[in-house]
C-alpha cells in the first residue's frame, strides 16, 4: 500500500525558507509523477510544483516559479520541496501526491491517486 508521510513545515517570516519533505514507500516510484499541492482556508486545492521521477522533469505554478524548487532522492524515496522567498499568501496546507498516469494535466488533482496528510506552512508578514 502506497504512503506518504510529509514532514517540515511549521512557521516563518516573510521572506524565509523552509523544506518540505515527502517519504513515499510501498510502491515503485519510478515510473510515477510527484506533485505538491497546497490548500488555504476556504480556497481550493491548488497545483504548486511536480516531478516526473524517472526522468525528473519538473512543473511549477506561475506563482512559485523562481522560489520554489522540487526535487528527488531516488536512494531515499522521498521527494523535497525548497521553498524561499516566503509570501504570506504561501499560507496554506501543503499535500504531496503520486500519480501512475502518464497522461493529462499535471497540474489536475484529479490525476493523482496517493496523497499524504498534509503539513501546514504559515508565513507571517
Known amino acids: 500500500q502506497v504512503q506518504l508521510v510529509e514532514s517540515g513545515g511549521g512557521l516563518v517570516q516573510a521572506g524565509g525558507s523552509l523544506r518540505l519533505s515527502c517519504a513515499a514507500s510501498?510502491?515503485?516510484?519510478?515510473?510515477?509523477?510527484m506533485g505538491w499541492f497546497r490548500q488555504a482556508p476556504g480556497k481550493e486545492r491548488e497545483f504548486v510544483a511536480a516531478?516526473?521521477?524517472?526522468?525528473?522533469?519538473?512543473y511549477y505554478a506561475d506563482s512559485v516559479k523562481g522560489r520554489f524548487t522540487i526535487s528527488r532522492d531516488n536512494a531515499k524515496n522521498t521527494v523535497y520541496l525548497q521553498m524561499n522567498s516566503l509570501k504570506p499568501e504561501d499560507t496554506a496546507v501543503y499535500c504531496c501526491a503520486a500519480r501512475r498516469a502518464s497522461v493529462g494535466a499535471i497540474h489536475s488533482p484529479a490525476k493523482y491517486d496517493f496523497w499524504g496528510q498534509g503539513s501546514q506552512v504559515t508565513v507571517s508578514s
Open positions: 516531478i516526473w521521477w524517472r526522468i525528473g522533469s519538473t
Open positions: 510501498g510502491g515503485t516510484f519510478s515510473t510515477y509523477a
